[in-house]
Nanobody, 118 residues
Framework: QVQLVESGGGLVQAGGSLRLSCAASGTSLSAKTMGWYRQAPGKQRELVADIASGGNTNYADSVKGRFTISRDNAKNTVYLQMNSLKPEDTAVYYC????????????WGQGTQVTVSS
C-alpha cells in the first residue's frame, strides 16, 4: 500500500520560509512526475509545482520565483522550499504523483498545514 506523508508545515510570518517534505513508502518515486498541491479553505485543490523524473520543473504563476521543488530519489522524498511566503499561500499542502493535469496516481495523504500571518 502506497503512503505519502507530508511534513514541515507551520505558522510563519509573511516574508518567511518553510521547507516541506513528502516521504513515500510502498512505491518508488524515482520514475514518477511528482507534484505539490495545495487547498485553501473554500477553494479547490490546485497544483503549485511539479518535477519530472529527469528533473524538469514547472510552477504555478502564483509561486514562480518563490517556491522550489526538488527530489532525492535515494531517500524517496520530494521537497518544496517556500520563500517570501504570503498570506495567500495559506493552505493545506499535499504531494502526489501527477498522472495528468487533473489526475493523480495515489490516495491523498493527510497533508501539512501552512499558515502565513500578515
Amino acid at each position: 500500500q502506497v503512503q505519502l506523508v507530508e511534513s514541515g508545515g507551520g505558522l510563519v510570518q509573511a516574508g518567511g520560509s518553510l521547507r516541506l517534505s513528502c516521504a513515500a513508502s510502498g512505491t518508488s518515486l524515482s520514475a514518477k512526475t511528482m507534484g505539490w498541491y495545495r487547498q485553501a479553505p473554500g477553494k479547490q485543490r490546485e497544483l503549485v509545482a511539479d518535477i519530472a523524473s529527469g528533473g524538469n520543473t514547472n510552477y504555478a504563476d502564483s509561486v514562480k520565483g518563490r517556491f522550489t521543488i526538488s527530489r532525492d530519489n535515494a531517500k524517496n522524498t520530494v521537497y518544496l522550499q517556500m520563500n517570501s511566503l504570503k498570506p495567500e499561500d495559506t493552505a493545506v499542502y499535499y504531494c502526489n504523483a501527477k498522472f495528468t493535469i487533473s489526475l493523480v496516481l495515489f490516495s491523498w495523504g493527510q497533508g501539512t498545514q501552512v499558515t502565513v500571518s500578515s
